[in-house]
């Protein structure tokens, strides 16, 4: 398993922005694609971004679509998430998940493809 340490969360005003960012411990990073989800109070588990090994493609939720953008660093084995135009219902602990390494994009918007997972920052929008 990779281990993964998320940071960049915080409490930010509707409109604001916030990059979060996830170290991988790992020295295949590189072969694994990344994810994020997220969390909200009250709800279940979501998908927000996730981006292949390469970073040559990239997905997100019809949510976040436009406002986020996930990209990533294999030199220094992080992959970030740019949050931009947040809104209270973004509101969220926010986690970063990474594939098994060599694993094809299929599926990745599914969190049980996902087998290593951060401990979780927090992203509160205030309105």
């Known amino acids: 398993q990779v281990q993964l340490v998320e940071s960049g969360g915080g409490l930010v005003q509707a409109g604001g922005s916030l990059r979060l960012s996830c170290a991988a411990s790992e020295g295949t990073f590189n072969r694994r694609a990344m994810g994020w989800f997220r969390r909200g109070p009250g709800k279940e588990r979501e998908f927000v971004a996730a981006i292949s090994w390469s970073g040559g493609n990239t997905y997100y939720a019809d949510s976040v679509k436009g406002r986020f953008t996930i990209s990533r660093d294999n030199a220094k084995s992080t992959v970030f998430l740019q949050m931009n135009s947040l809104k209270p219902e973004d509101t969220a602990v926010y986690y970063c998940?990474?594939?098994?390494?060599?694993?094809?994009?299929?599926?990745?918007?599914?969190?049980?493809?996902?087998?290593?997972w951060g401990q979780g920052t927090q992203v509160t929008v205030s309105s």
């Open positions: 998940a990474a594939r098994p390494r060599n694993f094809s994009d299929y599926g990745i918007t599914d969190a049980d493809s996902f087998g290593s």
